[in-house]
């Protein structure tokens, strides 16, 4: 799954980049709340952690801003304030969640796993190709009911490439997908991933085809 990530905190937004990118998902992270208004309109992540406290508009103003103009993506709000009357005012402003700093990891991750399970695209969380079949909100891979063994960077890779039902996948987007937007890390690790998971795949007829230059296609061996 993308995130948008919106915390002025350094420290804070690195400490929680790297447990949710553990967890297997591409996390983008913003620290101005004016970028991250930009940068939310065209960006297709799937949720969105929003600190209140933000230089340029702040975090309530951007929710509003983001539900005024249709947006239902799932946002937690993240602050400092604790009082009844803050929840309650960044709920009605249109968070699906609110945490109080300080907070537990562990909290954060079950709270995002939570909202996974709610997103509108829920009747299509389990997606199947060949003899494959992937469960989005469990982010598990199974062939027969059995699981297939895949580390949580290649499986992002996977459920990038099956998500985009056959289209062609750049490197760059796999790249994004898999650690998040502008990320250090160098193109060829992505070829290095779907090298393992096409040999992974291969026995349950599905392979992934290169386009030298464009990309990758997940695609369904042709039966012979």
Do not use: W
């Not at 599905?206 to 230059?213: D, E, Y």
């Amino acid at each position: 799954m993308r995130i948008t990530l919106v915390e002025d905190n350094l420290s804070l937004a690195k400490g929680i980049a790297y447990r949710l990118q553990d967890a297997g998902h591409g996390v983008d992270m913003l620290h101005d709340g004016t970028e991250a208004e930009a940068f939310l309109r065209g960006d297709p992540t799937d949720l969105i952690i929003l600190d209140i406290n933000l230089p340029g508009t702040d975090g309530l103003t951007l929710l509003k801003e983001l539900r005024a103009r249709g947006d239902t993506r799932p946002v937690i709000l993240l602050t400092a304030r604790a009082e009844t009357e803050d929840r309650v005012i960044g709920l009605d402003a249109g968070a699906d969640d609110y945490l109080i700093k300080p907070f537990e990891m562990a909290e954060l991750e079950a709270r995002v796993r939570a909202l996974s399970r709610r997103r509108p695209e829920a009747a299509r969380s389990v997606q199947t190709i060949g003899g494959l079949s992937f469960d989005a909100a469990a982010r598990s891979l199974t062939a027969e009911g059995e699981p297939i063994d895949m580390p949580r960077r290649e499986l992002a890779v996977f459920e990038c490439l099956l998500s985009a039902d056959g289209r062609l996948v750049s490197k760059t987007a796999l790249l994004d997908y898999a650690y998040g937007t502008g990320a250090d890390v160098e193109e060829q690790v992505i070829e290095v991933y779907v090298s393992r998971i096409r040999a992974r795949i291969k026995p349950y007829g599905v392979t992934i085809k290169a386009q030298r230059g464009l990309g990758y296609q997940l695609l369904e061996e042709a039966a012979r």
